[in-house]
Every structure is written in structure tokens, then in C-alpha cells.
């Protein structure tokens, strides 16, 4: 089983180019179902879907959300579409099962007076101060994913054209920056990565040892500086991402321009902002209108 298990991680990382996030939560779902697998005598080469129906059924009477009942299917599609692919399976049993529907929630965002506010928040009065001022700046003004900002390197940053380049999936997007990100940038890069950044290292975006940001790093960094805020809103490393997407459709970007930038390969996941923007619409209508 383990070295199924690694086989299939090999693949992942090296064929299919997923991210460490989507490896991690692919190989515990797999594991888990053997687990399940285990304690009933059955092998993985062996599984019909039938026992895939059933482990469906057992994960929701385990009390399991309906996402992440939907998440652990997806990751046995995977699996088994590999095994088929390996020859050690003739059919993918997963296939043509379906877990209860997943009622899509709309994002959370901030307003645009609270995004304002957490961009105040660091104070460029040293390193620290300057880099964190960059990267909110870098990540409302493009709108790209916390692991796509502190996956940067300095040499996706073009200051004289005013964008960057971000890389996904083997997917190159082109997002400009507005001037006062392009600035806090600019400052970063000239006066503050040279002090910090240890020899060799490539990152955009470093800590205080000088080697690459990590995700933790900056989940507690924007924890931090929303708290300093005093924003009652819950704020995580995308919700500047949603608010991004939000508040140009609020002001009539396009959607597929803003497609574009997000790197969505599917419209569908860009227009529950459309669905978003027109909820808030109708909140401010509802109750600014005399006779609503």
C-alpha cells in the first residue's frame, strides 16, 4: 500500500504539476479510504462501486460536510484514473458515483473603506514594515492566491512595465498593478530585499531569515494586520483575492478580463461574483430606497 501511495504522490507532483495543498489532501483521503478498506478485509485492486457508494454513505453518517464528502470522491476519481492508467485496474469504480450537492456559499469580502484600512496598517519604518506593505499591496491590486504571491520570484516582476507574471499549472498570466502598489514594490525591491534576502535566494517575497515566504507566514501576517485594523470582518489569506474580483465588477470590469486574471479556466467560477456583487445591489437598495 505504501508504495502505491508513493507512486501515486510521484505522480501528482511530477505529471499532473499539482500543488503541495492538493497532494497533501489527495494522499490523506486515499489513505483513509484503505483505512476504511482495511478494517472491512478488502484490497485497494479489488474495490467495485459499490464499496466506493457505501464509503460515501459511511463518510456523511460520520457527521462529514458535504464538501468534504465531494472533496474525498474527487480524490478517489483521481486515484482510481490512475491506477486504470497504470494497468493495475481495468475501471475506475469511483466513476458514475455522485455525493449530495454542494450549495456553493459566496465569498466573504471587505468594503472597500475596510481594504483601505488594512493597507494602512504596516508601517514603513523598517524591513519588516516595507515588505508587508508590498505584499498586501501586491496581492489586492492582482488578485492572485497566497501560494501563487509568495511562489513569485524576483524575476516575474517587471516594475518599468508595471505587472508581474505569475505562473500556474504551467499557465503564464500577465496582471498589471495599480501605481501605489507598483510604488510600495519599488521600494521593497530597492531598499529592503537586498538587506534581507540571503545569497542565491530567488523569492519575491522573504522573511526575516532571508530564505522564501511561507504560507503560514503570511496567513498570520494579514491575521495580524486585520486585528491592528480592528475590521470585525473574518479576513484570511484569499479574502483580498475575492475582494479583488468584487469590487471590478462592482466598478464594470469585464468578467472575462477578470477571468483572466484569476486564472479561472471555467467562467462558472468567476460569476459567483456576479451573484455576489448583485446580492450586495440588492442589500443597498433594500435599504436605501424610500419604499423598498
Same mark, same amino acid.
Given at each position: 500500500?505504501?508504495?502505491?501511495v508513493?507512486e501515486f504522490k510521484?505522480?501528482?507532483?511530477?505529471e499532473k504539476?499539482?500543488?503541495a495543498?492538493?497532494?497533501?489532501? !489527495?494522499l490523506r483521503? %486515499?489513505n483513509?479510504f /484503505?483505512? !476504511?478498506l482495511?478494517?472491512?478485509?478488502?484490497?485497494? #485492486?479489488?474495490v #467495485?462501486?459499490d464499496?466506493?457508494?457505501?464509503y460515501?454513505?459511511?463518510?456523511?453518517?460520520? &457527521?462529514k460536510? /458535504?464538501?468534504? %464528502?465531494t472533496?474525498?470522491l474527487a480524490?478517489?476519481?483521481c486515484?482510481f484514473h490512475?491506477?486504470?492508467?497504470?494497468?493495475?485496474?481495468?475501471?475506475?469504480?469511483?466513476?458514475?458515483?455522485?455525493?449530495?450537492?454542494?450549495?456553493?456559499?459566496?465569498p466573504k469580502?471587505l468594503? #472597500?473603506?475596510?481594504?483601505?484600512?488594512?493597507?494602512?496598517?504596516?508601517e514603513c %519604518?523598517d =524591513?519588516? $514594515?516595507?515588505?508587508d506593505h508590498? =505584499?498586501?499591496?501586491?496581492?489586492?491590486a492582482?488578485?492572485i492566491r497566497?501560494?501563487?504571491?509568495?511562489?513569485?520570484n524576483?524575476?516575474?516582476?517587471f516594475l518599468?512595465?508595471g505587472f508581474i507574471r505569475?505562473?500556474?499549472?504551467e499557465k503564464?498570466? *500577465?496582471?498589471?498593478?495599480?501605481?501605489t502598489?507598483?510604488?510600495a514594490l519599488t521600494?521593497y525591491?530597492r531598499?529592503v530585499?537586498?538587506?534581507? /534576502? %540571503?545569497e542565491?535566494?530567488? @523569492?519575491?517575497f522573504?522573511?526575516?531569515n &532571508?530564505t522564501r =515566504?511561507?504560507r503560514q &507566514?503570511?496567513w498570520?501576517?494579514?491575521k495580524? !494586520?486585520g486585528?491592528?485594523?480592528?475590521i470585525?470582518s473574518e479576513?484570511?489569506?484569499?479574502?483580498l483575492?475575492?475582494?479583488?474580483? @468584487?469590487?471590478?465588477?462592482e466598478? $464594470?470590469?469585464d468578467?472575462h @478580463? *477578470?477571468?483572466? =486574471?484569476? &486564472?479561472?479556466a471555467? *467562467?462558472? #467560477?468567476?460569476?459567483?461574483?456576479a451573484?455576489l456583487?448583485?446580492?450586495?445591489?440588492?442589500?443597498?437598495?433594500?435599504?436605501?430606497h424610500?419604499?423598498?
Open positions: 500500500m505504501m508504495q502505491v508513493d510521484n505522480y501528482l507532483t511530477t504539476k499539482s500543488s495543498n492538493t497532494v497533501s489532501s !489527495y483521503d %486515499v483513509q /484503505a483505512d !476504511y482495511a478494517q472491512k478485509n478488502g484490497k485497494l #485492486s479489488d #467495485s462501486q464499496d466506493v457508494q457505501e460515501v454513505r459511511w463518510l456523511s453518517g460520520q &457527521g460536510s /458535504a464538501a468534504t %464528502v472533496r474525498a480524490s478517489l476519481k486515484f490512475w491506477m486504470v492508467e497504470q494497468g493495475n485496474r481495468e475501471d475506475n469504480p469511483a466513476e458514475g458515483v455522485k455525493a449530495a450537492k454542494v450549495e456553493r456559499k459566496l469580502i468594503t #472597500s473603506k475596510e481594504v483601505e484600512l488594512l493597507l494602512e496598517q504596516p %519604518v =524591513m519588516k $514594515g516595507y515588505r508590498a =505584499m498586501l499591496e501586491l496581492l489586492y492582482t488578485g497566497v501560494s501563487e504571491l509568495i511562489g513569485l524576483v524575476d516575474d516582476v518599468s512595465a505569475c505562473e500556474s499549472k503564464n498570466r *500577465i496582471i498589471p498593478m495599480y501605481p502598489a507598483l510604488k521600494d525591491l531598499d530585499r537586498p538587506k534581507l /534576502a %540571503v542565491g535566494e530567488e @523569492a519575491l522573504v522573511n526575516m &532571508g =515566504m511561507s &507566514g503570511f498570520k501576517l494579514i495580524y !494586520y486585528e491592528k485594523a480592528g470585525q479576513i484570511t489569506p484569499h479574502t483575492r475575492h475582494s479583488f474580483a @468584487a469590487h471590478l465588477l466598478n $464594470g470590469a468578467i @478580463a *477578470i477571468q483572466e =486574471m484569476l &486564472g479561472h471555467d *467562467i462558472s #467560477s468567476t460569476q459567483v461574483y451573484k456583487v448583485n446580492q450586495r445591489l440588492k442589500e443597498v437598495y433594500t435599504k436605501a424610500p419604499r423598498a
